[in-house]
């Protein structure tokens, strides 16, 4: 048994070490994160061949939005990169458990207080232990098949997603009242804030039939930054978008989001708007001048540590669509460096 937590490392690597040698994943997990790109696109090559799902999906719960999108992003990469799946549903569900598997033999689990969620597997303070008792781990599996419900069939989740989605009007939220009640401004804030609050996006700008022309900048003072028709939740007033251009793959610029998204009716393909200050003017003018590609920008960064937030060592989910990847701070800084020092 060994016992593992976000502080030191985080979930998002402790599990991909289960997957070693492993050609199935359990995931048990009542909240889901919205958007599974970046986890398929660092398991692909692992050998993966089957991925069984157990979450939750309760009546009148405003969780039912999210899950919309994460049972068609988990549906979806699974079938790109050729993964047997299973979803199944547990309503009681509350535990978080992750398991792999060789041969349908169980040998390692993760039983632990992270979701299987951006926050839970990356940088909330959570803890678990890892164990690889066989039996133990079997019968985990065997009590979760009797409490759970059948796999869902195709039409099933299709239909369930589908009525999710329904029940969002055209501004793309809920018709679902939403309490507005904020207390945090009773609670006194510690003198020294040790970690910056702060998230850090590298962005594509344009896309695959209609790349970003060499002849547009985007150097305003302040400029208008889109996203895709999933609501960009993750993204805050005060962070930092770092752009690309689609097509050279060159640096555009960062930029500080200083409006919460809004939803644009006439947009079709990227209707999710924010606004953001520019905090490299002067490279933004000029950035195709300059040579800082995504694969040289990843090359020069001279660090065996992740460079996306949950864990992840490259920016290859840009290539399947990802409209935004969470960084971390170190090669967040390291991309803002390259556009500070860039003459």
Known sequence: MEIINNLYSNHFNYIKYLLVDADELH???PFLMESFDIFFDEIKDMGIKKISLVTTLKDDNLDLIKKSNSLHSFCFNCLTHSIDYKIFIDNK?????YISSKDNVPYKAIITSANFTEAGLGFNH???????????????IDDLSNVSSHALTNDE??????????????????KKPKIDLKVSDLIKKRAKIHKS???????PVGWSDRPFSTNR???NNIEKLHFSK??????RVGDILICYAVGTTKLLGYYEVIDEPVFLEDAERWPWEVKAKNLSIDYSQRWNFFNNTISS?????????????VGGKSLGALNFGADKIRLTEEFANHLINIIKNSR
């Not at 920008?297 to 937030?309: G, M």
């Open 27 to 29: 995931i048990i997990s």
């Open 93 to 97: 569900l509350h535990g978080k458990i």
């Open 126 to 140: 959570e803890w678990g232990i890892q164990i690889d008792d066989s039996n133990q781990i079997r019968k985990i």
């Open 157 to 174: 989740i299709t239909n369930i997603i589908s009525r999710i989605d329904s029940y969002t009007d055209s501004s793309g939220e809920t």
């Open 197 to 203: 609050d702060i998230r850090y996006f590298i962005k």
């Open 217 to 219: 900048s985007l150097s």
């Open 230 to 235: 999933r609501k960009p939740s993750a993204v």
């Open 297 to 309: 920008i990843q090359a020069t960064y001279d660090s065996p540590e992740p460079i996306t937030f």
